[in-house]
């Protein structure tokens, strides 16, 4: 005999059902109209277009609104005018109440759960996509933070990760220069991992430990024994919002950009580890004005080679040697490379290495356009389109973006920092060798996956 679905889950069915519906319909619609441009000579309004896709995209809160959030940051992901709709996506959701969060306390922590702590707020400080975090504090005294992911959210991601392969076959036919494959399986693999709270856990142990002689970087503390897969409780970090500080005195924007960097590019340069989602909420600055790293789960961990890649072509820029540069893009990943290809992709690293390669205090963009890489990537992703495209490598799309979000918060603070000379100290001593051996002792001491 089939088991009857209790009226909560049936209400949660037909409510993603509607919800893919929705989306489904909006897509199609758009599919038609792009069909109506390419055989039978409509004209496609791209900027009505993009807004169309805002718009069926904007009533649907949870992991595909997030996903579009995540292509906007990725430089040439998608078309201009897309990239400027999904930018406007609002990642906040409404906080589910009271109710609900007894049931999924109860769920992960047992019936008794409340006896585990001394106060637990009723209501939640903050809610995004995939859960909602709410303020308490244990029975020894310490205030926490819990993080508690909505139900059914595995299902909701395979859903939705069906659903950005169809946009994104959208964007390819609009602009045959946008090669998307290796954007999604970058991203579905990265979302899927967005679901783990224990690997999440893990990661937040991992940045603990590579940032540890970083002073003015702070992580919290994992509470492992109020934590699941599913719940992640960690120690409370107080702070006032990273972007509060854009008017601050020069001194103090240029300290809290020098913590950023280093925040960063420590783990990755020390062990081939990045932080991967460069967006200004995941910093808040504490008290003491040490800058709070917020959000571990979207961390990536590269192969040593890569990152060897990533200093090669800077040495190679620095040169000017074609040969090494080209042997740095096959090294990052970029295959079937013709010089045209080669000609313009150097255009966007000179671009983005550019503060690096620069022995003088400046800010990370000197254009004042106010839109970091935008200009740049405009006109590398023509040129590509005029030589046949590009496919972009997995491991590239995420260190894009980091260069891209970083560049932007930088820009936001109005640093002005001898960027060349903090990397140049950074990578003095870089050694593959010593990398390798680095990343596998780090990795081990925290049971990271990867």
């Known amino acids: 005999m089939t088991k009857m679905k209790s009226k909560s889950e049936s209400n949660r069915l037909t409510g993603r059902l509607t919800r893919y519906a929705k989306v489904t319909s909006a897509v199609g619609g758009l599919a038609a109209k792009m069909a109506g441009e390419k055989y039978l000579g409509l004209k496609l309004d791209r900027n009505a277009h993009a807004a169309d896709l805002r718009t069926a995209l904007g009533g649907l809160k949870g992991p595909l609104m997030k996903v579009a959030q995540m292509l906007a940051t990725i430089p040439d992901a998608v078309p201009k005018e897309y990239a400027a709709e999904l930018a406007q996506l609002q990642a906040d959701a409404p906080a589910m109440g009271w109710p609900f969060v007894k049931r999924r306390m109860a769920t992960e922590l047992g019936a008794d759960w409340e006896k585990r702590f001394k106060s637990f707020s009723r209501e939640a400080v903050s809610a995004a996509s995939l859960g909602q975090v709410h303020k308490a504090v244990t029975l020894n005294g310490e205030t926490v933070a819990c993080k508690l992911q909505y139900p ?28 998307t494959q290796q954007v999604h399986a970058e991203i579905a693999d990265r979302l899927r991992e967005e679901l783990d709270y224990t690997r999440e856990a893990r990661a937040m142990q991992l940045f603990a430990h590579l940032l540890k002689g970083e002073e003015q970087v702070r992580v919290a503390r994992v509470h492992s024994e109020l934590s699941t897969d599913r719940l992640l409780t960690m120690s409370w970090l107080d702070g006032t919002k990273l972007m509060s500080f854009k008017d601050a005195p020069q001194k103090l924007r240029n300290h809290l950009a020098l913590a950023l960097f280093k925040a960063w590019y420590v783990p990755f340069y020390g062990s081939g580890v990045i932080h991967g989602d460069p967006h200004p909420g995941n910093y808040t600055v504490a008290p003491d004005h040490a800058l709070n790293l917020l959000d571990f789960g979207c961390v990536r961990v590269f192969p040593p080679k890569f990152v060897a890649g990533v200093i090669e072509l800077y040495h190679a820029l620095r040169e000017e040697d074609e040969e090494r540069i080209v042997q740095a893009y096959r090294s990052w990943g970029f295959k079937t490379l013709k010089k045209e290809t080669i000609d313009i992709l150097t255009i966007w690293a000179r671009f983005v290495y550019g503060p690096v390669l620069d022995d003088r205090k400046r800010l990370i963009d000197e254009t004042e356009s106010g839109l970091y890489g935008r200009a ?29 979000g970083l560049g932007s918060v930088f820009l936001h603070l109005r640093a002005e920092i001898n960027w060349y000379q903090l990397f140049n100290e950074l990578i003095a001593d870089f050694d593959l060798k010593k990398l390798e051996k680095q990343q596998k002792e780090a990795l081990r001491l925290v049971q990271f996956p990867h």
């Open 152 to 179: 059914d959210m595995a299902s909701a991601v395979e859903a939705d990760l069906k659903q950005l392969k169809l946009i994104l076959g959208l964007f390819e036919r609009v602009d045959p220069a946008f090669k």
């Open 376 to 404: 740049t990537a405009r006109k590398v992703h023509f040129a590509l389109r005029d030589v046949g495209g590009v496919e972009i490598p997995r491991e590239f799309v995420f260190m894009d973006r980091a260069a891209v």
